[in-house]
């Protein structure tokens, strides 16, 4: 089905893009991946051809683009297996925290270099015993005359090691009642004293993505660098959860439609009793049924992009999405690997790492189970 959501200079965008990962990006992949990182120029590189938060506004380096030039950015690294560079992370998640929430100085002072690729960023909410429940989050953020004293672990952060700005999550207030109105979100810069990256994190799939633990021990960050209102960063989060699960909804249904496209073509090439294995009946119904997940997926995401361009309240049905097309990815990624027999288990073959790289899907950015549990409150349930 063809898709009616984007127009010409989109689609010119996307073949520029293309060509970007190309040359800038597939060749070298393999190689980021035994190291365990990118290399920063990837992200400086990124940032001259336009490819870093295109929704900016002109006077903090932007072009002031609409939302569908990153989904066409999201889109097209999930089809070129591009996982090290988390380029949507940095451009639709972390820095729109700055955009929405940053004082006017703020935004003059880091922006510009979000978008040219010379600042990476990071957010920092997990901890070791704090995961989905931010309120149970144990990193403190005390003031002390013009200063906060930062005080914590982070764990799971990606960019982490990479991150030039880290947005950390802290308690300013500890006693709090109730304790989401005493967090608070506060910038800290890299060489900072006190604020340290731990090991970079060795993970089952994503491998050439950094993801680190971060700690903070008596970190002194100046009181310029809260961001919005003391107390305010639960509702923060809160605010930026929808386009959060959108861009994994968005990621995740390329990253489907790639491998469903490519086990289809393996399906037919692949002989087993003197014919293409897609000549088997259970292989041909159960293709047709991932296929019609797929188009679901397809449809259901592209509605809730025009939707949530509308500046529509779509967060339960963005959990939906989130919760529903990784899942679905899941499955897609463990029906097309089976057909692939032994050579699935085999890591020369793609499938086998989109296997791998699909299991994160469901857990992080909110577990299907949390996704489940915003999904029940919005229904009033």
């Given at each position: 089905?063809?898709r009616?959501?984007?127009r010409q200079?989109?689609e010119?965008?996307?073949?520029?893009?293309r060509?970007?990962i190309a040359?800038e990006?597939t060749p070298?992949h393999?190689e980021w991946e035994?190291?365990?990182?990118v290399?920063?120029?990837?992200?400086?590189?990124?940032?001259?051809?336009?490819?870093?938060?295109p929704?900016?506004?002109e006077?903090?380096?932007?072009?002031?683009?609409?939302?569908?030039?990153s989904?066409?950015?999201?889109?097209?690294?999930a089809?070129?297996r591009?996982?090290?560079p988390?380029y949507?992370?940095?451009?639709?998640i972390?820095?729109p925290?700055?955009?929405?929430?940053?004082?006017e100085?703020?935004?003059?002072?880091?922006?510009?270099?979000?978008?040219?690729?010379?600042?990476?960023?990071?957010?920092a909410?997990t901890?070791p015993?704090?995961?989905?429940?931010l309120?149970?989050?144990?990193?403190?953020a005390?003031?002390v005359?013009?200063?906060?004293?930062?005080?914590?672990?982070?764990?799971f952060i990606?960019?982490?090691?990479?991150?030039d700005?880290?947005?950390?999550?802290?308690?300013?207030?500890p006693d709090?009642?109730?304790?989401?109105t005493?967090?608070?979100?506060?910038?800290v810069?890299?060489g900072?004293p006190?604020?340290e990256r731990?090991?970079n994190?060795?993970?089952m799939?994503?491998k050439?993505?950094?993801?680190s633990?971060?700690?903070f021990?008596?970190?002194?960050?100046?009181?310029?660098?809260?961001?919005?209102?003391?107390?305010g960063?639960?509702y923060?989060l809160m605010?930026?959860l929808?386009?959060?699960?959108?861009v994994?909804?968005?990621?995740?249904?390329?990253?489907?439609?790639?491998?469903?496209?490519?086990?289809?073509?393996?399906?037919?090439?692949?002989?087993?009793?003197?014919?293409?294995?897609?000549?088997?009946?259970?292989?041909?119904?159960?293709?047709a049924?991932?296929?019609t997940?797929?188009?679901?997926?397809?449809?259901?995401?592209?509605r809730?992009?025009?939707?949530?361009?509308?500046e529509r309240n779509?967060?339960k049905?963005?959990?939906?999405?989130?919760?529903?097309?990784?899942e679905?990815l899941k499955?897609?990624c463990?029906?097309?690997l089976q057909?692939?027999?032994?050579?699935g288990?085999?890591?020369?073959y793609?499938?086998?790492r989109?296997?791998?790289?699909?299991r994160?899907q469901t857990?992080?950015?909110?577990?299907?189970?949390?996704?489940k549990?915003?999904?029940?409150?919005?229904?009033?349930?």
């Amino acid at each position: 089905m063809d898709r009616t959501i984007f127009r010409q200079e989109h689609e010119q965008f996307r073949d520029a893009l293309r060509r970007f990962i190309a040359s800038e990006i597939t060749p070298f992949h393999a190689e980021w991946e035994k190291r365990q990182i990118v290399p920063r120029a990837v992200w400086e590189k990124a940032g001259d051809n336009g490819f870093l938060c295109p929704w900016m506004p002109e006077e903090y380096g932007g072009v002031g683009a609409d939302f569908l030039y990153s989904v066409c950015i999201i889109e097209e690294m999930a089809k070129a297996r591009a996982t090290g560079p988390m380029y949507s992370l940095h451009s639709d998640i972390v820095v729109p925290y700055l955009y929405s929430f940053g004082s006017e100085e703020q935004k003059k002072r880091w922006l510009p270099g979000c978008t040219s690729g010379r600042l990476i960023t990071a957010i920092a909410m997990t901890e070791p015993n704090a995961g989905s429940d931010l309120q149970g989050i144990q990193t403190t953020a005390r003031r002390v005359g013009d200063n906060y004293v930062i005080n914590g672990q982070k764990t799971f952060i990606s960019n982490g090691q990479l991150c030039d700005l880290v947005i950390v999550v802290a308690k300013t207030n500890p006693d709090a009642d109730p304790p989401y109105t005493g967090v608070s979100l506060i910038v800290v810069e890299a060489g900072t004293p006190g604020f340290e990256r731990g090991r970079n994190l060795e993970k089952m799939g994503l491998k050439a993505q950094d993801t680190s633990e971060l700690h903070f021990s008596d970190c002194v960050v100046p009181k310029e660098n809260l961001l919005g209102e003391e107390g305010g960063g639960f509702y923060y989060l809160m605010q930026k959860l929808q386009q959060e699960r959108l861009v994994c909804a968005i990621g995740a249904q390329a990253a489907a439609e790639l491998v469903l496209s490519d086990g289809v073509r393996y399906c037919q090439e692949r002989k087993a009793f003197g014919r293409p294995i897609s000549k088997l009946q259970h292989i041909q119904f159960r293709l047709a049924e991932i296929a019609t997940e797929v188009e679901l997926g397809r449809n259901f995401v592209d509605r809730l992009i025009v939707e949530h361009m509308a500046e529509r309240n779509i967060v339960k049905e963005t959990s939906m999405a989130k919760y529903w097309v990784t899942e679905m990815l899941k499955r897609t990624c463990d029906e097309i690997l089976q057909f692939h027999g032994g050579y699935g288990y085999m890591m020369e073959y793609p499938i086998a790492r989109d296997y791998l790289d699909a299991r994160i899907q469901t857990i992080y950015a909110g577990t299907t189970e949390i996704m489940k549990v915003i999904i029940a409150k919005q229904m009033g349930l």
